[in-house]
């Protein structure tokens, strides 16, 4: 039913069946679109980059931001050329925050994608020990990357000696007005964010740091150093939004592992069980169904939905669209667990609704 194109060229056999705009590059056309599209709303946005860790970070951050904010963040792993503008075009009126992460296989690529993002808070993931492919050497890779962070007016980062170097050129090339360098650090008492101690025991961690000359202690449940790392970069983001610290680690411990993408798994009957468990919100749904719909093995199609947090739209709205959505992805059956879905069953042909997790299962 798409009735409108952006196209290079115009192919013979569809000419006056739909409506196209010829552009020099479609890819440009998309960035350009979306970086005109950023600029219509004015709210915090998060832009993460780095080597490793960005999608763990977005997707803890909208965890651990979730009850206080309505969160817009790139779906999975969108944070290619393609990706970041598709992201930022889902942006709505009813967002207040943004978390978007951009990932770059070689220099001149994040010129492109800071445009799109515009970040006001920027965080630095891990920056790995070595240069990738694409870049000269490690300095040149950690230049590129903090190119993100133009207009930012923070940047979270773990304190090293070649980061501060070029952070320092970064901000005598790209000044601004009482920009904040926000640093953590296991091993440099001048950062910002100084960790003491860490002790893992079985599956958790303690972390105990120093901010602002007063001491605390932290426990998250993971002992792995890359999951330490990431809680530790997203500690500095609620530090500078200044939650207080109970809340800081009441939230971080219920802190879970992230799957980085759709899993497939076999079922009995022939099935293919998709799960997204780890996300419940609108935008995941319409990419799991996207994916559900590249699996064409199955001709049968059921969708088990629990109650959808955090849209920003009205429950009411909300369930109109997930309907349609279901609709449009011609599924043939819905099993709804939730009392909120439960209440707008009417919208769903050929569905069952469930109370709970408890009840459903038996």
Known sequence: G??????????????????????KNTLKALQELAAYYRD???FPIIGLTGRNGKTIVKEWLNFLLSPDYNIIRSPKSYNSQVGVPLSVIAI????????FEAGISTVNEMVNLEKIIKPNIGVLTNIGSAHDEGFENLTQKINEKLLLFKKSAVIIYQKNELVDKCLLDFSAQYPLENRTLFSWSFADASADVFILKKETKNDSTTIKYQYKDEIF???IPFSDSASIENAISCLLVLLHF???????????EMLYPVEMRLEVKNGIHNCSLIDDSYSSDFQSLKIALDFLESQKKNASKAVILSDIFQSGFSNEELYSKVAQLISDNKINRVIGIGTTISSFQ???PNSTMFQNTAEFIA
């Open 2 to 23: 798409v009735q409108n194109f952006a196209v290079q060229y115009i192919p013979e056999n569809v000419k006056g069946k739909a409506n196209f705009f010829v552009v």
């Open 40 to 42: 219509l709303f004015d």
């Open 92 to 99: 709505n009126e009813k967002h207040n925050l943004g978390i």
């Open 217 to 219: 202690n932290l426990e």
């Open 242 to 252: 200044e939650y207080d610290f109970t809340v800081i680690q009441n939230r971080m």
């Open 346 to 348: 009417d919208k769903f």
